[in-house]
């Protein structure tokens, strides 16, 4: 039995020498930042603590760029931004107990919208794991039993020479299909041990290729290429996979109106003959997916939001392709195809026939009509003018974060995001605090472009004090508050509930002296003047905030 050694991974002759004679001064931690390094990480998030000391002082010893947040949740939200605008890791630094703990919302959005997170956690000392109650600091009885419903993978280090093989191993289950956050955990005392192991160079974290199977590519080739009236729905999984373009192609090759998922937002080019674009909770846009008779759905478990809450049946037959094996058929029956998006459009566009249809674009523009006339119907001037105000501002290529606001609800369905992995939210998992954190994650990755966070007052109090993380990166976002006093959207769902709102209101600080007193600059705008407000700051270098003192409305909902 003879074994191929060309793809293992080669010591060039001064690493070779640098293994034999590795430098003193080193321990636990550096083998942490150097198998980010190897791995190919540049930036770290995170929050030091005091079990996670080890990690932190290696840092200074590595070339890794450290952005520091003040609320470990925001850390993670940070790295959630990272992962999803780069596609590559983003390693967040945490300590033992709470500071994991804080970290739990934001890794359960990253979980959602398959973020490639990689956190890293410090622990007890090794004596304290395995359940017996030894009173350290921080000390819970089984602290990844606290992450395990929520990420990828937990992988747990018990000595020095687990280090590289378990961060590597998390790697790789980051950026396998579907992406996701993953959990290493490192005990205090492994950290802070000097260490003689030799440098950690040589690594490989490759992920593992998530292709469609060939026969069931045929059969929906078959189902597509003969359909009368096909139409596709794009989710977050054609964003993730970087397929917006393959999904262009089979569209028009198969002339098939195709309509967005709020993940999946940017996927589709809004203004496109074929573009129904995201109105999911209209019962017009839900008729006409229901009309189907062959529905192709990418990258999309067809979870609340993407089928009108629950509301959507199709009477034609479903093909979903999907990474994550779980979300395969989980609400619909369908030819269920278990593959990245990306390599699953790459071969059906070789497989199906071209086809031609006529009356495809015309029926797009009247369901459009339909839409854009029961909207009119219902007197919300303002919120539209504030939504074009955005679009207006914001330049195209801008990456935009929405936290679960309002103004957020109608960007879902009605914002135009120009460009695929442009524009992200919160609704994977529906956590307050998201916008100006991932905003800040988003604008370390790529200082060149303007970042837009957009909260509301409720949900920018979840987050102020990362005024001071960005002012102290000198980052470039800008922060949109739309101040309504209250959880706005909670304030409408529990008037129509029970005819009243309770626990809704909220007392808020004056936001622009606010922000000024953490030195970024701010301005207290309106409706008429946003998008000039707007625009002024996104060109503005560094940080700012614009504040817009206004009560939005939704649109009436259908799914009722």
């Not at 770290?44 to 947040?69: N, T």
């Not at 993953?182 to 030799?198: F, G, H, K, N, R």
């Not at 989980?330 to 593959?339: E, R, Y």
């Not at 001037?381 to 974060?401: G, I, K």
Request: proline share 6%; glycine share 10%; no cysteine.
């Amino acid at each position: 039995m003879s074994h191929d050694h060309d793809d293992r991974p080669q010591l060039t002759a001064a690493q070779a020498e640098a293994a034999l004679r590795p430098p003193g001064g080193r321990n636990g931690g550096d083998l942490v930042v150097e198998t980010l390094q190897g791995l190919g990480a540049t930036t770290v998030f995170g929050l030091p603590g005091q079990h996670a000391l080890g990690m932190f002082d290696a840092l200074r010893r590595s070339s890794l760029s450290y952005v520091g947040l003040r609320v470990e949740n925001n850390a993670g939200f940070a790295a959630d931004a990272y992962g999803r605008i780069t596609g590559e890791v983003a390693p967040l630094l945490l300590s033992t107990g709470p500071g994991a703990l804080t970290s739990l919302a934001a890794l359960q959005e990253a979980a959602a919208a398959s973020a490639p997170v990689l956190a890293i956690s410090s622990q007890v000392p090794t004596a304290g794991l395995g359940g017996g109650r030894h009173g350290y600091l921080h000390e819970l009885r089984d602290q990844k039993a606290s992450v395990r419903d929520i990420v990828k993978s937990v992988h747990t280090v018990r000595t020095a020479s687990q280090i590289p093989s378990a961060i590597a191993a998390a790697w790789e289950s980051a950026l396998t299909a579907p992406h996701g956050p993953v959990w290493v955990e490192i005990p205090q005392d492994v950290l802070l041990a000097e260490t003689v192991l030799p440098v950690v160079s040589a690594l490989d974290a490759t992920p593992r290729e998530l292709y469609p199977r060939p026969e069931l590519t045929l059969v929906a080739a078959h189902l597509l290429s003969d359909a009368e009236r096909p139409v596709i729905i794009a989710g977050g999984g054609v964003v993730r996979s970087d397929a917006a373009g393959k999904l262009r192609a089979l569209a028009e090759k198969l002339d098939a109106p195709v309509v967005t998922t709020f993940g999946g937002k940017g996927a589709f080019p809004w203004e496109h003959p074929l573009s129904l674009r995201s109105w999911l909770e209209d019962r017009y846009t839900t008729d006409f997916l229901e009309s189907a008779d062959v529905l192709l759905v990418v990258g999309s478990g067809l979870g609340e939001l993407s089928s009108n809450y629950h509301t959507f049946a199709p009477r034609g037959r479903v093909i979903q392709i999907e990474a994550d094996a779980g979300k395969l058929e989980s609400n619909h029956p369908a030819l269920g195809i278990h593959s990245d998006a990306r390599e699953a459009l790459a071969d059906l566009l070789d497989a199906v026939e071209p086809r031609e249809d006529a009356t495809a674009a015309g029926r797009v523009r009247e369901l459009l009509e339909r839409v854009h006339d029961r909207i009119a119907a219902q007197d919300l001037t303002l919120e539209q003018q504030v939504l074009a105000s955005v679009r207006a501002a914001l330049p195209d290529t801008a990456p935009s974060f929405w936290d679960m606001t309002i103004l957020a609800y109608w960007a879902w369905s009605a914002f135009d995001a120009r460009h695929p992995n442009t524009m992200h939210s919160a609704q994977g998992a529906g956590g307050l605090g998201y916008g100006f954190p991932a905003a800040i994650g988003a604008a370390a990755a790529d200082r060149t472009r303007p970042v837009l966070a957009v909260s509301g007052d409720g949900g920018a109090m979840y987050s102020i004090a990362e005024l001071a993380t960005a002012r102290q990166y000198d980052l470039p976002v800008t922060w949109l508050i739309v101040d309504d006093g209250g959880y706005g959207i909670l304030r409408e769902y529990m008037t129509g509930a029970f005819g009243e709102a309770t626990a809704t209101e909220l007392s808020r600080p004056d936001f622009v002296a606010l922000a000024e007193s953490f030195g970024v600059p701010a301005v207290r705008t309106s409706p008429e003047s946003l998008a000039a407000d707007l625009g002024k700051a996104l060109a503005a270098p560094g940080p700012s905030v614009v504040v817009l003192p206004a009560l939005l409305r939704m649109f009436e909902p259908t799914h009722l």
